[in-house]
């Protein structure tokens, strides 16, 4: 399975049932929020309970009059940074790591990045899904709209379509990546296809979350015990959904 990183210790799996936007992105900082403090690694498996735009937080909300097919759709602005993405038929996932484990400095970020990426090469391989690594940016496509119509180094890749990119944050010393893989095509954003229409192949849901886990447990030498949120990361994810992550004031903010 390729090189392992040097990160060595226990980690959290937890897997959520699908939620609304606001919440997955509160349980997300929640999460990265808590983790210098309770010294661990979590990976983090979700779904969305509706088709959900989420805003790139730099995006600016006005923008997304550029795409008719999800205007009816609830939209929550990100975190992390990037265009917007349609969440429907999808697996997306995030990794909070401290920065006693994360190292120091860009090398570690990207390092991280790409590992996630190269596991989940290795878990599709499994389905006999062979995927790749996008190794350059390919100029001209920032301005579009969705992130998945974009293409930057160390996107994974189907068939030339992009199915899986990521995206970091740092705050309150660690580092969040989070980041989604397309498996079908969804009504609200008909311009993005996924691994079923590129491959031909089903992929249910709860055997790509096995497999990828087990890939990131190889890759990054973790080994995952299923957990929930601490009553003070729950705490802070109700605050954060009610105060931020679910306010006109934030999802409008630009």
Request: net charge neutral.
């Amino acid at each position: 399975m390729g090189s392992k990183s040097n990160l060595r210790m226990d980690g959290r799996l937890i897997i959520d049932r699908p939620q609304e936007g606001s919440r997955n992105m509160a349980v997300d900082e929640a999460i990265m929020m808590r983790a210098f403090e309770l010294n661990v690694l979590t990976l983090r498996f979700y779904q969305w309970q509706q088709p959900t735009l989420s805003l790139g937080y730099f995006q600016n909300y006005r923008s997304r009059v550029q795409h008719a097919e999800s205007q009816s759709c609830s939209v929550v602005r990100r975190n992390s940074g990037g265009g917007a993405i349609l969440h429907d038929d999808e697996l997306t996932y995030s990794l909070s790591v401290p920065a006693t484990t994360s190292g120091s400095g860009t090398d570690r970020s990207s390092s991280l990045y790409q590992e996630v990426h190269l596991s989940l090469l290795d878990a599709l391989s499994g389905f006999g899904i062979q995927a790749e690594i996008n190794p350059t940016h390919q100029p001209g496509l920032e301005s579009e709209f969705l992130c998945f119509q974009r293409r930057a180094v160390n996107d994974v890749l189907l068939g030339g379509h992009k199915i899986c990119g990521s995206a970091q944050r740092k705050k309150n010393q660690a580092i969040s990546q989070h980041g989604s893989l397309v498996l079908g095509s969804s009504a609200a954003a008909p311009q993005i296809i996924g691994t079923e229409v590129i491959s031909g192949i089903r992929l249910e849901r709860m055997e790509v979350l096995k497999g990828w886990k087990e890939a990131i447990s190889s890759r990054l030498g973790i080994h995952f015990q299923e957990a929930e949120l601490t009553d003070c990361e729950e705490f802070d994810a109700q605050r954060l959904q009610k105060g931020k992550f679910g306010t006109v004031k934030w999802n409008q903010r630009r």
